[in-house]
């Protein structure tokens, strides 16, 4: 028989693990996503500062004036997100970008979101090459900003892969580099077609009604496809399709 002393001294602990139990039930609140701007101008580096603050779910940590500056802010504040500014003093985007690529340590880099004037600006393949996940023209809409840092910042490519991988194509076209097919040998003949679909900019969904297959299945293939080529995401997907000459600019199919 339980006197009322033993019940007395085992209520405290029911009633943590009662609380434990009920906490265990309650989802994380998610982390706002971390930022820094990097840009040489003033005003627009404010700009794009005081717009993203203006979302709950996203804190800017900092801003930089120049790449040797944004590679120092980073590696200071760890954000999850870079807008990152081509054409800068002391250093551009293009090598603050491969030198943030190049960071190891137990943080992961962080994505890097490539703000440019010209949508098909010669330098945007390149910081492609270094490593960015993608790029924004600096006329953006404020909604469309927002949604690029939450998709990036989620592990995705950057939205319009259509737009991208244009521009690749177009710059892979003018830049010819010698194919290296060996690189795709680790894949399976169904993961070389999932890649080659990849870089014709299929989302989730076309990938699926192209293969006959579900939507997990398609999340799947691509998955083993980045981790097996050491990929970051699709973007980083596209760029390799057009360097190993698994796709041919203009010619419509895989080569």
């Excluded at 717009?51 to 760890?78: I, K, S, Y």
């Excluded at 293009?94 to 010209?118: K, S």
């Excluded at 070389?192 to 679909?197: A, G």
Aim: glycine share 8%; charged share 25%.
């Amino acid at each position: 028989m339980t006197t009322p002393e033993a019940a007395s001294e085992a209520a405290p602990e029911a009633v943590a693990e009662t609380n434990a139990e009920a906490a265990a039930d309650v989802p994380a609140e998610p982390h706002p996503v971390r930022i820094v701007v990097a840009d040489d101008h003033e005003v627009v580096r404010a700009g794009y500062a005081g717009l993203l603050a203006t979302q709950p779910d996203f804190t800017v940590v900092g801003t930089a004036r120049d790449g040797a500056e944004a590679v120092r802010v980073c590696r200071e504040q760890r954000p999850d997100v870079v807008l990152m500014d081509v054409r800068m003093p002391v250093s551009d985007g293009i090598q603050a970008t491969a030198e943030l690529m190049g960071d190891t340590g137990p943080a992961h880099p962080p994505r890097v979101l490539i703000l440019t004037t010209f949508d098909l600006d010669e330098h945007v393949y390149d910081a492609l090459i270094a490593g960015a996940s993608g790029f924004l023209l600096k006329d953006v809409t404020a909604e469309r900003l927002f949604d690029a840092v939450r998709v990036v910042a989620a592990g995705e490519a950057l939205l319009a892969p259509g737009v991208t991988r244009r521009l690749i194509a177009e710059f892979a076209r003018l830049k010819p580099r010698a194919p290296r097919r060996d690189a795709l040998a680790v894949l399976t003949p169904r993961e070389s077609e999932v890649l080659r679909l990849l870089a014709e900019g299929l989302s989730n969904p076309e990938l699926a009604g192209r293969l006959h297959v579900g939507e997990e299945t398609v999340k799947t293939h691509v998955s083993r496809v980045l981790s097996k080529l050491g990929l970051r995401d699709r973007t980083q997907a596209v760029v390799m399709a057009y360097e190993t000459g698994l796709v041919v600019p203009g010619a419509g199919s895989s080569a």
